[in-house]
């Protein structure tokens, strides 16, 4: 009888994927991906040297006070006692690094991610293209993006950047459409009866409508893109997930948890203050409603 092996022949799918990236990283591409590994460090370095501009206390006084004003005084009491707690813990420096990292992946990922969205609910054949490849980018394991960014950047924050864009964008995409999809066909139709263009439908009507389903969508990309900035420091991103991995490596469950405790804080001030905004994007739709 023939072995399974001789009825299938091998599909040699990783040597096709090898040969992509040889040509990726050969000369004729080098000189590109040398000028974005030099704009992403510049981009990152940028949020971080903002972020550790003033003393520690001044921005946990800053941080506090934007909650406050952004999600009311609970998140703001929250992000001024947690931040307090990060600085105890003398994870000032790493916790920056991190947020860094998470708001400059944040920024590109809804700048590429909410465009693509609209072009999906604006296209019925880019829709049924992007369905399957955010099925695909969304239910691969976390640690396989770490392998082309690894190969393509080396190590450091450029490829935790790449990867984690690349990992958060999905959700901005999904939503965005999802939430222009849900506005009821007779508002649009009331507002191409009044002589309003496509274009002024979707900034005028769908747009802010969907404001709060893409709102849902930007605090999943927030939530996806710290948790992936915490996996991203086995590359050599550092910040608080090399705290976390330096307690793994050295059986430290102290500083693991350390380095967990300052990520949660983090994560629960950043998810409070997006979805206290969109659900005020809500209340002054709902108010103007009412007035109309």
Known sequence: MLAQSELIPRIPLGEAVERFFDFLTGEALSGFFNFLEGAISTFVAGFESVLTALPSLVMIALFAAVAWYLAGWGVGLFTALGFLLILSMEMWDPAMLTL???????????????PLGILAAQSRTFEAIARPVLDFMQTMPPFVYLIPGVFLFGLGVVPALVVTVIFATPPAIRLTLLGIQQVSKETVEAAHAFGATRWQTLIKVEL???????????????????????IAALIGAGGLGGIVVQGLSRLDIG????????????????????RNIGQGSRKKGGGAKAKA
Do not use: C, K
Request: proline share 2%; no cysteine.
């Open 100 to 114: 860094a990292l998470v708001l400059a992946s944040v920024i590109v990922a809804i700048i590429v991610g909410v």
């Open 208 to 230: 802010p409508q969907a404001l709060l389903t893409i709102m849902a969508g930007v605090n999943q990309v927030i939530m996806l893109a710290l948790s992936m900035v915490v």
């Open 255 to 274: 500083l693991g948890a350390e380095g967990g405790v300052a990520i949660v804080i983090i994560a629960i001030v950043l998810d409070r203050i997006t």
